[in-house]
């Protein structure tokens, strides 16, 4: 199984406010913005900020994000130690993107990205 760090992503209400926080205030560059998604770099390492849901939780910790070869196979050893599937994998244009809740109760995120748009997240 082949598994790439990826990227910190955060969940954030407000995209434009957070890029500016963390460009402005800290230096980092900004890769891509969009009103629900960004990145900065952070001397090589990823922070990506996802626009969070009128009713979502902003603010929480981290989700570490993976690319995996295969979601499936992937959530299937994840469960095994102990991990639980947190609603559906969904499919949007970019692959297959699943959340899983970590034993200790954290969040990871796993993509399997489509072969045309890996780079996309």
């Not at 690319?67 to 196979?73: E, G, W």
């Amino acid at each position: 199984m082949s598994v790439q760090f990826k990227h910190i992503m955060l969940m954030v209400k407000d995209i434009p406010a957070t890029v500016k926080f963390y460009s402005e205030g800290l230096g980092l560059k900004v890769i891509t913005s969009s009103p629900g998604w960004a990145e900065l770099d952070a001397n090589g390492t990823t922070i990506a900020l996802h626009a969070a849901s009128e009713n979502g939780q902003s603010g929480s910790s981290p989700i570490l994000s993976f690319h995996v070869d295969d979601v499936y196979a992937t959530i299937a050893t994840l469960e095994e130690g102990g991990a639980i599937l947190e609603g559906n994998v969904r499919e949007p244009s970019f692959g297959k993107v699943a959340a899983m809740r970590t034993p200790d109760g954290s969040i990871i995120s796993l993509l399997q990205p489509n072969a045309v748009k890996a780079s996309s997240y």
